[in-house]
């Protein structure tokens, strides 16, 4: 009897060929294992071309719910944007993936777990470090990092094994989507000078073709979730579903990227996000009402950690734990709603509220209701500006000629 392999299965030609390669080359059996996180695709049809094409199971998991929970509503609340612009959405479904196929490899009694990266990427670290936290037993094959072929003798495989190539082959663009926003790779995006094509944007309507009128849309947060579109409760996967559609018509979500891999290679990466823009985006302007200045500024630097350890496959650590326990920690107040307005590409936030909201009007305003004393301020400016005063009077100030 073969000794069994787990394959994450997306069902396009790597991963198809995989299979085959998988049985050539190592004499496994391959079960494969599709993770729907999002990915509107048709997962019975999928399914049934990793049996045609030799898999002994193909099983199906739907793992929106998980995903929203234990991946995307954390790093939600992270205010995680790695580089300062992309929500991570391929970075944060690795680990997940990792660990549905140890799961996988446990119940079916599988010795090892294989995957579709290259050894280029990202993709390939989240998912070996984290499956090698979870089951270092399991051992981890990527057949595209090792069989070392180009896409055409990729494709010419195929072809001398009788499996079906798709016709979206021809498209030049490598994609990974799912909730959090869909990654457009390679093609002419390669030329980091060349305008993104329209035709690589598929949740996002052209700016210039989006509706003359703007739309608003008021979300409503609890703890940091957000719970509510425009006061109707939704559960998290449809809440996201909802504003994917309502910001992609109005051409909200496009974020081109010269990114920093963890591998050491500068990448042009092009997202659509329309979802995780929008709620990234309303989450700190609540945040901007609910926390002090000095929880803002701790929390931005968490946030550039946070990202960067999603980003890097770090999820099952120690850091990770407890910079997520600070996260949730700090969204007690996070309760409220934010109203934006969408219009040709952007978002803008035009107003919140929230019952903990620390802003006070009586603070804040110049008309007649001020309780601010504003006869404190001397006393408060001449203690501050002590050392200010001293310095200047022992080192001097620099004149602006000196530069
Ligand atoms: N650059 C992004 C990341 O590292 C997206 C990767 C997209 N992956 C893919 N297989 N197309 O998370």
């Not at 729907?36 to 695709?41: F, I, K, L, M």
């Not at 305003?365 to 209701?369: E, I, L």
């Given at each position: 009897m073969s000794d069994k392999v787990v394959l994450a299965y997306s069902g396009g030609l790597d991963t198809s060929v995989a299979i085959r390669w998988l049985k050539e080359n190592y004499n496994m059996d391959v079960v494969a294992v599709t993770v729907?996180?999002?990915?509107?695709?048709d997962f019975s049809s999928i399914r049934q071309k990793a049996l045609d094409v030799g898999a002994v199971k193909a099983l199906v998991v739907d793992a929106k719910e998980l995903f929203v929970k234990h991946f995307i509503l954390p790093a939600l609340k992270a205010d995680a944007l790695y580089e300062g612009q992309y929500p991570l959405a391929t970075a944060l479904s690795r680990p997940l993936i990792a660990k549905l196929l140890v799961d996988a490899a446990r119940t079916e009694g599988a010795t090892a777990v294989a995957h579709g990266c290259t050894g280029k990427g990202n993709d390939q670290v989240r998912i070996d470090v984290s499956v090698n936290a979870l089951a270092p037993d399991l051992k981890i094959i990527a057949p595209a990092r090792e069989w070392g072929m180009t896409r055409e003798e990729t494709i010419s495989y195929a072809q001398g094994y009788g499996i079906p190539v798709p016709v979206t082959v021809s498209s030049p663009f490598s994609i990974d989507e799912n909730l959090w926003g869909r990654s457009i790779e390679c093609g002419v995006l390669e030329d980091p000078w060349v305008e993104p094509p329209g035709e690589v944007f598929t949740w996002t309507k052209s700016p210039g073709e989006a509706p003359d009128s703007p739309s608003y849309v008021e979300i409503g947060f609890e703890q940091g979730t957000p719970v509510t579109i425009d006061g109707q409760k939704l559960d998290g996967v449809s809440l996201i579903q909802k504003l994917n559609e309502l910001a992609g018509g109005h051409g909200v979500g496009r974020i081109d990227h010269l990114e920093n891999r963890l591998v050491g290679i500068k990448s042009r990466e092009v997202y659509e996000a329309p979802a995780a823009m929008v709620l990234l985006q309303a989450h700190q302007a609540l945040q901007g009402m609910t926390l002090s200045k000095e929880q803002l500024r701790f929390k931005q630097k968490v946030a550039v950690e946070y990202a960067d350890l999603v980003y890097n496959g770090l999820w099952f650590t120690s850091l990770h734990r407890d910079l997520a326990a600070y996260i949730q920690s700090s969204q007690r107040f996070v309760t409220g709603t934010v109203r934006l307005k969408l219009y040709k590409g952007s978002s803008s936030v035009v107003g919140r509220k929230s019952p903990s909201s620390l802003y006070s009007y009586g603070l804040a305003?110049?008309?007649?209701?001020d309780v601010f004393d504003q006869s404190a301020s001397v006393g408060f400016i001449h203690i501050w500006g002590l050392p200010v005063r001293t310095q200047a009077q022992v080192q001097g100030t620099g004149s602006l000629e000196e530069g």
């Open positions: 729907d996180v999002g990915n509107e695709r305003t110049y008309d007649k209701g």
